[in-house]
């Protein structure tokens, strides 16, 4: 994995433990060229999970996120839904993404991906295509 998608995952607060297993990833670069923004996606079956979405921190707030999940979501075969298992204050932004919320406890149980211990706090969203 590039490093530099490493070290933008961790410096978002993120782990990067579970790269390696990604069945896709998307980056969007600056003008320059330099990677500004990543995710990636696990599979379990029709749920494919957001992962490790992650933009540099002085390109927040200008769309790069929300063009990272739609590439995501672009990727689902029709019938997958697009999870993202998230803490409080990234609600809204799924929320304006069209995601709609899922119940947690349930989402949590289903999987070794959402039953991760990292995951123990989230909320859990939802977009089935």
Same mark, same amino acid.
Not at 15 to 24: F, L, P, Q, V
């Given at each position: 994995?590039?490093?530099?998608?490493?070290?933008?995952?961790?410096?978002?607060?993120?782990?990067?433990?579970?790269? *390696?297993?990604?069945?896709? !990833? $998307?980056?969007?670069?600056?003008?320059?060229?330099?990677?500004? !923004?990543?995710?990636?996606?696990?599979?379990?079956?029709?749920?494919?999970?957001?992962?490790?979405?992650?933009?540099?921190?002085?390109?927040?707030?200008?769309?790069?996120?929300?063009?990272?999940?739609?590439?995501?979501? *672009?990727?689902?075969?029709?019938?997958?839904?697009?999870?993202?298992?998230?803490? /409080?204050?990234?609600?809204? /932004?799924?929320?304006?993404?069209? /995601?709609?919320?899922?119940?947690?406890?349930?989402?949590?149980?289903?999987? *070794?991906?959402?039953?991760?211990?990292?995951?123990?706090?989230?909320?859990? $969203?939802?977009?089935?295509?």
């Amino acid at each position: 994995m590039n490093e530099r998608i490493k070290e933008i995952i961790e410096n978002s607060g993120l782990s990067s433990e579970h790269i *390696d297993g990604y069945e896709a !990833g $998307w980056v969007v670069q600056n003008q320059a060229g330099e990677i500004i !923004g990543y995710t990636g996606i696990e599979r379990r079956g029709k749920r494919v999970y957001l992962q490790s979405l992650a933009v540099e921190s002085k390109y927040r707030k200008l769309g790069i996120g929300r063009r990272l999940v739609e590439q995501a979501y *672009d990727y689902l075969g029709v019938g997958d839904t697009l999870i993202a298992l998230t803490l /409080f204050w990234n609600n809204d /932004f799924y929320r304006k993404c069209g /995601f709609e919320k899922l119940d947690a406890r349930r989402i949590k149980l289903l999987d *070794d991906v959402a039953g991760r211990p990292k995951h123990k706090y989230c909320s859990a $969203w939802g977009k089935r295509k």
